[in-house]
């Protein structure tokens, strides 16, 4: 079994509020002087950057699950990740189908542009990016499972957007793969105040939308070797498999 340092939560360009030196290929060089074996691409109610900066990882070393940050109806934050390229283009038009149409103000919330490996704008998102689905979590959280991806509500414990603080309560037969926590916020804890939660894996991720971010809170993957499935096993410890909060002792 090894060791893969995981940074799951990271804003591109696209997202209104990451800065625009957060390209894929800023992102994936940055992550590599980090030593970030594994990234996740979140951002708001998109995936058009995962598959590039997957293709500009892989030459770094790099692994990256391709996803989003989705905003349910209850405006809940749940990170989604897909393995297969199909799969991702499909629940993007369920995303382009379900996202309230808010125009974006470039001026207020930022730009929000699409950009190639050379860093050349090829699309501006005029959806403001950061508006809400039509959909509620349940029904974000069965798309993503009928598409076999990962689902994990995003910085739960937060006094905004997090699962808690937006509902007060995990909804019964939510089943998500992981619950995304913040620094300084034990996975016993949790599980003590919710006993919910007692079977489930936890993560930290940096949610990182400006370079320096990038890395400042990650979580430790004890698997044979970086892929979905592997990931997948972590998360429900499955076959010695495991995942932690790198500022806690292993579980």
């Not at 060089?29 to 594994?38: E, F």
């Not at 199909?86 to 930022?110: C, I, M, R, W």
């Not at 990016?129 to 509500?153: H, K, T």
């Not at 905004?160 to 300084?184: C, H, M, T, Y």
Request: net charge negative; with cysteine.
């Amino acid at each position: 079994m090894n060791l893969f340092k995981a940074d799951l939560h990271i804003h591109t360009v696209l997202s209104p509020c990451g800065d625009l030196e957060m390209s894929p290929g800023a992102i994936v060089r940055i992550a590599a002087s980090k030593g970030i074996d594994i990234l996740g691409i979140t951002d708001h109610n998109s995936t058009k950057h995962g598959m590039l900066t997957s293709k500009l990882a892989k030459e770094k070393g790099i692994f990256v699950l391709c996803g989003a940050e989705v905003t349910t109806k209850e405006e809940v934050h749940c990170l989604s990740f897909f393995e297969t390229p199909d799969a991702l283009e499909t629940f993007q038009q369920y995303l382009d189908k379900h996202l309230s149409f808010v125009k974006n103000d470039p001026k207020v919330f930022g730009y929000q542009v699409v950009v190639d490996e050379d860093e050349q704008i090829l699309e501006f998102e005029e959806r403001l990016l950061i508006s809400a689905l039509d959909q509620s979590i349940d029904q974000v959280a069965a798309e993503v499972r009928s598409l076999n991806g990962l689902f994990i509500p995003a910085h739960i414990n937060r006094p905004r957007f997090g699962l808690l603080s937006q509902l007060g309560f995990v909804p019964k037969g939510l089943n998500p793969d992981a619950f995304e926590i913040s620094n300084g916020v034990t996975p016993q804890a949790m599980k003590s105040k919710y006993p919910v939660m007692a079977n489930s894996a936890f993560i930290t991720s940096s949610d990182a939308h400006f370079p320096d971010a990038i890395g400042g809170a990650f979580s430790m993957f004890k698997i044979e070797k970086r892929s979905f499935s592997e990931i997948y096993k972590a998360l429900h410890n499955i076959d010695n498999r495991s995942v932690w909060p790198a500022n806690q002792a292993k579980a």
